[in-house]
């Protein structure tokens, strides 16, 4: 019988006799850290098993390292220790209790690897040539018989992968790890049979899929991981992509098109897109794929919405739609879509905390969910010891996160917010088209604040003493932050505006537009700005612009104001308004950005005043998002949410 929602995307696809319950898979995600001995511990099973028990149909571990000379870092599952067996047998048992496929994606770092990860002697690399890479360490270009080794290696790590119960193995054969350094022409510079025509570049490929087979059997799925084009200067097109999935049809069970090359920091914004493009950026070259071959194909690349997917499988374009960050932001997406309640969906923003926190703290994390990599802590409920009045004073993110769990723990639970809308800060993405799916995330908490029966009382500004007199046994301050305004002549013109400016559908400034602030927010600002037809200047006094924002984030910045007019000015230093415009200290002496409104962007500063005057307003006073420190959604929400806990 067909789900009444999605009948496509919810309907099974068997793979070489196995069944996967819907066409939502979930893509590799690898192991930010693991024990000393590299084998995966409690936390990150619970990290894997949480985005199974949503209802994917699968969910791939990504890097299992098939070769010690492969090691791209120091963590990463040793597919060649047969040691790794336990720790993957429990891994495979926590997907089955769900009834999810258990996946693990087969790699080999090739020249891009570490040679601190490594065991050999001489700390040499491998790969197609001879050279040194980025980070400076010495390849060498493979023989033959390190081909055949490594091959062998794939073969028993796939092997390793059977036998501790994984349903599917994934060859990765993309993204410039070391298969798909063979296939590329930009970096495959061999004249032997190993380089050169398509044919002699994919034959790497193939004698490892012809090794896998051997060693897992006729019956048990290959998926293989491909770019179906690499978007780098001298990197092979679709035209080309198609060329290698026609060589690999019949011998894999899923041809699994992403894109790109990692090592390309640009590139990797398209790989992983950014808030910036549209979503299913990627989906073209799957379905252009799709034309050529009968094996089944999946997709993937920043798709959050069961409609786009739903659309995707019904109209031919891939058979498979794979997930990584939307499984972050909300394991449980599948099931809510196939039980009617779409609605309560939070979609990925594609903000990259995840991707920062992964690379800079070795941890799981989502700005919209406070328990990605917390799972373990919380496998079992949290239930309310005794329920109590619970007062939250502000309807941000953070006070709208604490008001639901306490209420969903048992608690009576009230929120005052002072505005007439809930969102706080939020309330500025609205109507910029990039920033919906973090607006959205706004709509997904109001929903749930009426689900978990919070009171919520909007046009009310609670003070201290009205606080202390509704006999609370809990008061939340979550009051925000309010904006830095500079100290300069004129600042009260009335051509200054602050970012409530972009509350409307149309924002109410003119043509020529100045940002006084040239972080993260006044950024993205200009961008949405100049996308209305705006001629945008940006100015801040610091050396940098964004530079508060994610690496990622910012190199996706630079990506979309590449072709733009907006002009950028660092070590700038605003003096003064005028009818003219904003007056500023630079480095070549005093000039004036002409401008008909001014955007008042230069930051946001903690009201500890009034955080400060709501101690002693009840037993326990919780402070929570801006009011503690100005930073960002994922830190609002995440104290929000374990405050609450601590009821």
């Known amino acids: 019988m067909k789900n009444k929602y999605y009948p496509h995307l919810a309907s099974p696809i068997t793979i070489n006799g196995v069944t996967f319950k819907n066409r939502i898979f979930g893509a590799p995600m690898s192991n930010p850290e693991l024990d000393v001995d590299c084998n995966m511990r409690q936390e990150d099973i619970a990290f894997h098993e949480n985005r199974g028990r949503g209802g994917l149909a699968s969910v791939a571990i990504g890097l299992g390292i098939v070769d010690a000379i492969g090691r791209s870092h120091t963590k990463e599952i040793k597919l060649y220790d047969v040691m790794s067996l336990p720790s993957l047998k429990e891994a495979a048992n926590a997907m089955h209790r769900h009834n999810c496929k258990a996946v693990m994606e087969l790699a080999h770092g090739g020249k891009f690897g570490n040679a601190r990860a490594h065991s050999n002697a001489d700390g040499t690399l491998i790969g197609p040539n001879d050279e040194v890479n980025a980070a400076g360490l010495p390849v060498r270009s493979m023989t033959e018989e390190d081909i055949y080794r490594v091959a062998d290696c794939f073969a028993q790590g796939a092997k390793l992968v059977k036998e501790a119960g994984f349903d599917m193995v994934l060859i990765h054969g993309g993204h410039g790890w070391l298969l798909g350094q063979f296939s590329s022409p930009s970096m495959n510079r061999r004249t032997d049979q190993w380089g050169g025509s398509l044919e002699n570049r994919m034959r790497f490929s193939l004698l490892v899929v ?381 000039v004036t950005f002409e401008a008909d409104s001014i955007l008042l962007a230069a930051g946001m500063k903690a009201d500890r005043a009034v955080a400060d005057s709501f101690y002693n307003t009840a037993p326990r006073v919780f402070e929570t998002g801006d009011c503690i420190k100005t930073g960002r959604v994922v830190d609002a929400v995440t104290t929000g949410y374990y405050r609450a806990l601590d009821i």
């Open 210 to 590: 012809e090794k896998v087979r051997e060693a897992v059997g006729p019956n048990f799925p290959i998926e293989f991981r491909m770019s179906g084009a690499e978007y780098t200067k001298g990197g092979y097109p679709i035209e080309e992509g198609v060329e290698m999935a026609k060589m690999l049809d019949g011998k894999v069970d899923i041809i699994h098109v992403s894109a790109g090359v990692h090592e390309d920091l640009e590139v990797f914004t398209y790989t992983h897109p950014s808030m910036f493009i549209e979503h299913g950026y990627n989906v073209h070259l799957a379905a252009e794929i799709k034309k050529h071959v009968k094996t089944p194909v999946a997709t993937l690349g920043g798709i959050n919405d069961p409609d786009m997917m739903e659309e995707i499988i019904a109209s031919g374009k891939a058979d498979i739609v794979q997930v990584a960050r939307q499984s972050l932001s909300d394991p449980y997406f599948p099931e809510k879509a196939f039980s009617g309640n779409a609605a309560d969906i939070m979609r990925c923003c594609r903000c990259y905390t995840c991707f920062f926190n992964y690379l800079t703290n070795r941890t799981f994390c989502c700005a919209f969910n406070p328990v990605i990599g917390n799972e373990l802590q919380h496998k079992q409920a949290f239930p309310a010891a005794t329920p109590k009045k619970v007062i939250v004073v502000g309807g941000g993110p953070g006070g709208m996160m604490a008001a639901i769990t306490a209420a969903e723990r048992g608690h009576s639970v009230t929120l005052y917010e002072k505005n007439s809308e809930l969102g706080g800060q939020l309330l500025s993405e609205q109507y910029i088209p990039f920033k919906q799916d973090m607006f959205h995330f706004v709509k997904v908490l109001k929903r749930r604040l009426e689900h978990a029966g919070v009171e919520v009382r909007l046009n009310t500004e609670l003070n201290a003493k009205q606080a202390a007199a509704e006999n609370a046994d809990v008061v939340f301050t979550a009051i925000g932050a309010n904006p830095i305004v500079p100290p300069i002549p004129g600042i009260d013109h009335k051509k200054v505006v602050g970012l409530e400016a972009l509350h409307h559908a149309t924002p109410a400034l003119g043509q020529k537009v100045v940002i006084l602030g040239g972080g993260l927010v006044g950024c993205e600002s200009a961008i949405y700005l100049n996308r209305l037809g705006k001629n945008v200047t940006i100015v801040d006094m610091k050396a940098d612009w964004a530079p508060d924002s994610y690496f990622m984030h910012k190199t996706a910045m630079a990506i979309a104001m590449r072709d733009s007019n907006i002009k950028i000015y660092v070590s700038t230093k605003a003096k003064a308004v005028t009818e003219k415009g904003l007056v500023c200290e630079t480095a070549d002496g005093e």
